[in-house]
């Protein structure tokens, strides 16, 4: 711990490989992997911004959930009467608090940080996804089999098509940049420029 919190960030060699804690949950960057001429292979670091944005949302629902959950304890309604309920509550709080506990330290530190720096924390957000999904669509009473069975065949085919979409990014890309439009979602992303 003493010697990466060492790593402070150098002012005279700030480069495009740094970045900030808050840039992550919110794909707020990109990275370009190598040379960008137009007659190199380009790879673009950057991760399917349906997985990245949903699990950063889950993470929002799930602090409501648990403050929901907290405020009717408070009022002695007690919902939590099957075990299956107690279950959800429990992997909620252990994927969210694991996500907590990884990602402040780098709120507080002053150390540099980089995109690998969330890969554990992503992890642990796109468990809240999942649990998300299915604490309020795949395991409710509410829906039957035939809408649970609609809602995911949607769901992956979203993340199908950004996958498809963005294929080129990961597996690189030929040829001019500027001929592979619609790539660009964020304007902080350097892909074109």
């Given amino acids: 711990m003493t010697s990466n919190n060492a790593l402070i960030p150098d002012p005279d060699k700030e480069d495009i490989l740094t970045s ?23 790879y673009y670091l950057m991760a399917a911004p349906v997985v990245w944005w949903g699990s950063t949302i889950s993470l929002g629902v799930a602090l409501l959930t648990f403050a929901v959950y907290i405020l009717r304890w408070q009022r002695t309604y007690n919902e939590m009467d099957a075990r299956n309920e107690w279950d959800h509550l429990y992997v909620g709080k252990i994927a969210l608090f694991g996500w907590t506990f990884h990602d402040v330290p780098f709120l507080i530190m002053g150390c540099v940080t980089y995109l690998h720096h969330y890969l554990p924390t992503l992890y ?23 809408t649970n069975t609609i809602v995911f065949g ?40």
Wanted: with cysteine; glycine share 8%.
């Fill in 154 to 193: 949607v769901l992956l085919s979203i993340l199908v098509a950004t996958f498809w979409w963005f294929s080129g990014v990961a597996i690189g890309i030929d040829g001019p940049v500027n001929e592979h439009w619609g790539l660009k979602w964020r304007k902080t992303w350097n892909i074109y420029n």
């Fill in 20 to 42: 900030n804690p808050f840039d992550w949950p919110f794909l707020h960057l990109g990275l370009r992997m190598c040379g960008w001429r137009d007659n190199q292979i380009k």
């Fill in 124 to 146: 642990l957000a796109v468990l809240m996804f999942g649990h998300i999904l299915d604490r309020f669509i795949f395991s409710s009473r509410r829906f039957s089999t035939r």
